[in-house]
């Protein structure tokens, strides 16, 4: 994803969650939210073999992430809205060069 592209994603998620916020009544709680982790796992995007003979891959769902955004909770306590932007970043490293593989994830969860 380009830099453009990035931006307009979190432009969108944001005026998403305010149209969401002015749905709920006067007593929501709003709250901020921040995340981070590391997730395994998906399909093999590139692999890279070392003079040694070793072996590293990326895979397209691993990798370390950050991110933040907004919580919304109605005044009945029962249903909840988690809507958070994420930067996602993998590497791999050697001598005579580096792969990097960076994503922006975008969550909207909805919970009753």
Do not use: C, H
């Amino acid at each position: 994803m380009t830099a453009r592209g990035t931006i307009q994603a979190a432009i969108a998620f944001a005026l998403a969650a305010l149209f969401v916020v002015p749905a709920v009544s006067g007593a929501a709680d709003i709250r901020p939210v921040f995340v981070a982790g590391y997730d395994t796992g998906g399909d093999k995007l590139v692999t890279v073999t070392f003079t040694n003979g070793d072996t590293e891959s990326i895979r397209a769902n691993e990798g370390l992430y950050v991110g933040g955004g907004i919580s919304v909770m109605n005044d009945d306590k029962n249903i909840e809205f988690v809507g958070t932007v994420n930067y996602k970043y993998q590497r791999v490293s050697a001598d005579n060069g580096d792969i990097t593989w960076t994503r922006v994830p975008i969550d909207a969860l909805l919970f009753y």
